[in-house]
Structure formats: structure tokens, C-alpha cells
């Protein structure tokens, strides 16, 4: 079956530390990858994502993801995180058809 | 604000109940999904349509459950004789028909005593 893990379910860093977060997917087809994330009371909004080209992808507010074929991952990173990108971190995966896959998540803290 | 709303916010049920969600998604949005999520997980996907077209729905979506979309517009989630394994935030998503990128609503809490 189709599905995304995420490796690390809580993350506590100090400001001006370096984030990566782990996200691994199940299928050998084509896929459309995202990080989507969720602020304390908001909504979920999308961070990056990745269709096709340059694996390397950037995104709003200094983070990026590197999606590797070969290791099925999609990992999101930035180099220096600040409090304010205390959150929950959600990759997903669209396989095809009309389903997008989430992962369970990650939740950020940052240590002002 | 133009995007995606639900209705209500928040909903406490005893079980057995009948409830109804709506979701206003963005308004050039073709495309409509509903998930649950519960905590500790991530969104699940409960169904999609796009236009007024229900193209899939998944296992999770019980005789129980029913969504409709009838215009192309605004899109309803009823459960039926619920349970208190509905409880859950039930999420509502929109995206044009060039994306598969999700607008997400601020979702629906439903409590089930």
C-alpha cells in the first residue's frame, strides 16, 4: 500500500539551529511531493513541493526539500531555524488518481 | 477573505446523531477532497470531486458517511448514526484543475459523547 513516514514525530531545536526533517514515500510511479505545515492555531498551508525537474526545491520562508529517486525521500531542511517556525510539518504524496497521501507529522518546537 | 471555509467549527454530537459539514472552497476551484484527521496523524483522505462529480472515495468512508457536491460549488459531509470514532477534525481542501496543490479549510471539530 501507498504511504508516507515521517521519521521524527517531535523535534525541539534552538534558534539558530539547523532542521532537517525525514519523509520517506512507498511507490514506484511517478510522484508529486509537498510539505505542507500548520501553525499554531491556522490552517494548513503549503510550504514546497516538488512535480518534476530540479530535485533540489525552495519555498516560502528559507526552507527546501531535496527529493532522491533512488532513496524514495523528500526531506525538508533550512538551515537556521527561528521561533516562529515552531509548527507541525506534514510531507504528502500524490500517487496518482485523485489521493494525496499525508504523513503523520512532525511538531517543531524552537527554543527562543 | 477568499478562502477555503467550513461550517461549523466545531460540533458536539451524541452518538447516534446525524451531523452535516459544509465547506465553501475557493470559488475558481474545480476540485474538492475531505479528509479526517485525528491527533497524532496526519490528514486521511475520506473523497474528491471535482465539479460536482464524486470520482473517489475512500475504504474509510463508511455507508455511514455520505458527501455531495451539487453544484460544483459548496460540498456537504453527512455522517450518520454517529459513533464516537468520528470524532475528528474533518478537513476540507480545494485546488484549480492545474495543481494538484490543496487549499485547506480551517476544518470541522466534531466531538461524539
Known amino acids: 500500500a501507498q504511504s508516507v513516514s515521517q521519521h521524527n514525530h517531535h523535534v525541539i531545536l534552538s534558534e539558530a539551529a539547523s532542521l532537517e526533517l525525514g519523509c520517506n514515500y512507498s511507490?514506484?510511479?511517478?510522484?508529486?511531493l509537498f510539505w505542507y505545515v500548520q501553525y499554531p492555531g491556522q490552517h494548513l498551508q503549503l510550504l514546497l513541493k516538488?512535480?518534476?525537474?530540479?530535485?533540489l526545491v525552495k519555498g516560502i520562508k528559507g526552507f527546501e526539500a531535496e527529493f532522491i529517486k533512488s532513496k524514495f525521500s523528500f526531506n525538508l531542511r533550512k538551515p537556521s531555524v527561528q521561533w516562529s517556525d515552531t509548527a507541525e510539518y506534514f510531507c504528502?504524496?500524490?500517487?496518482?488518481?485523485?489521493?494525496?497521501?499525508f504523513g503523520a507529522g512532525t511538531r517543531l518546537f524552537v527554543k527562543a | 477573505d477568499t478562502g477555503v471555509s467550513q461550517d461549523p467549527r466545531h460540533k458536539i454530537t451524541k452518538r447516534g446523531q446525524n451531523v452535516t459539514f459544509r465547506c465553501d472552497p475557493i470559488?475558481?476551484?474545480?476540485?474538492l477532497y475531505w479528509y479526517r484527521q485525528t491527533l497524532g496523524q496526519g490528514p486521511e483522505f475520506l473523497t474528491y470531486?471535482?465539479?460536482?462529480?464524486?470520482?473517489?472515495k475512500s475504504r474509510l468512508l463508511s455507508d455511514r458517511f455520505s458527501a455531495e457536491r451539487p453544484k460544483g460549488s459548496f460540498s456537504t459531509l453527512e455522517i450518520q448514526r454517529t459513533e464516537q470514532g468520528d470524532s475528528a477534525m474533518y478537513l476540507c481542501?480545494?485546488?484549480?484543475?492545474?495543481?494538484?496543490?490543496?487549499?485547506f479549510g480551517p476544518g470541522t471539530r466534531l466531538t461524539v459523547l
Open positions: 470559488s475558481e476551484h474545480n476540485r
Open positions: 516538488y512535480f518534476s525537474g530540479d530535485p
Open positions: 511507490y514506484g510511479g511517478t510522484v508529486n
Open positions: 481542501a480545494s485546488s484549480p484543475g492545474s495543481s494538484n496543490e490543496q487549499f
Open positions: 470531486f471535482q465539479n460536482e462529480a464524486q470520482l473517489e
Open positions: 504528502a504524496a500524490h500517487t496518482g488518481g485523485f489521493k494525496t497521501i
